[in-house]
């Protein structure tokens, strides 16, 4: 009953650095999602995926980059991490259907040192 | 634009009382969704309930009700009968288009004993 599994659940990095956050879901799902997740500001949709080989750029994409390697799978990769991008990032997937709502992996909190 | 606003930053409710987390939106477009997440301080985000802008009834789900008022573009989340494990940040989510989800800042809810 995994769901949205999300790795790392913790990491810091250095300015400068470059890390992949990893996500799969086994539910099948079409659409999968990044969002940052701020204080006092909600969540907000990095990049999206709406099925195997696209992807789109959401509200605050700058500085990110995607790949949906299948499926299952949507990573997304900072290349020069830098310290705006401090935050709590999750990855969600839906189902097809206009009431089904986004499940969500547990969360990365990311620092940038 | 602000699409959603849930203008309670904090509330505070008896416990087995009930309480109404307030959440305006804004769309010009007359197909939308609105969905209601819990996120406990362990960090997920739980999916609540839901409400189509064509749905006629208010949705309901166990001890969640939508207080749904389309002209007054509001949907306030009813929680009844609050419990201890009620305590938690809620939010209010729009869905615009199959890929666009735009959340609010959340409202914190803390339940007394």
């Known amino acids: 009953n995994a769901g949205v599994t999300q790795t790392p659940k913790f990491q810091v990095l250095k300015t400068g650095q470059s890390m992949t956050l990893q996500c799969a879901q086994d539910?099948?799902?079409?659409?999968m999602y990044w969002y940052r997740q701020d204080p006092g500001m909600g969540l907000r949709l990095i990049y999206y995926?709406?099925?195997?080989?696209?992807?789109d750029k959401g509200e605050v994409p700058n500085g990110y980059n995607v790949s949906r390697l299948n499926k299952r799978e949507f990573s997304l990769r900072l290349e020069s991490a830098a310290p705006s991008q401090t935050s709590v990032y999750f990855c969600?997937?839906?189902?097809?259907?206009?009431?089904?709502?986004?499940?969500f992996g547990d969360g990365t909190r990311l620092s940038i040192l | 634009a602000q699409k959603i606003t849930q203008t309670q930053p904090g509330m505070f409710v008896q416990e087995k009382e009930a309480v109404t987390l307030d959440c305006t939106y804004d769309?010009?477009?007359?197909?939308?969704?609105l969905f209601w997440y819990k996120q406990p301080s362990s960090g997920e985000m739980i999916f609540l309930i839901y409400?189509?802008?064509?749905?006629?009834q208010n949705a309901t789900e166990g001890r969640y009700s939508l207080n749904f008022q389309k002209a007054r573009k509001s949907a306030n989340l009813v929680i009844s009968a609050s419990q201890l494990g009620d305590s938690a940040m809620y939010f209010c989510?729009?869905?615009?288009?199959?890929?666009?989800?735009?959340f609010g800042a959340g409202t914190r809810l803390t339940v007394k004993p």
């Open positions: 969600a997937s839906r189902g097809t259907g206009h009431n089904q709502p986004q499940h």
């Open positions: 539910m099948n799902h079409n659409s």
């Open positions: 769309t010009s477009d007359p197909s939308y969704g």
């Open positions: 409400q189509g802008s064509y749905d006629q």
């Open positions: 989510a729009m869905r615009e288009t199959p890929n666009d989800m735009r």
């Open positions: 995926s709406a099925s195997e080989g696209t992807t």
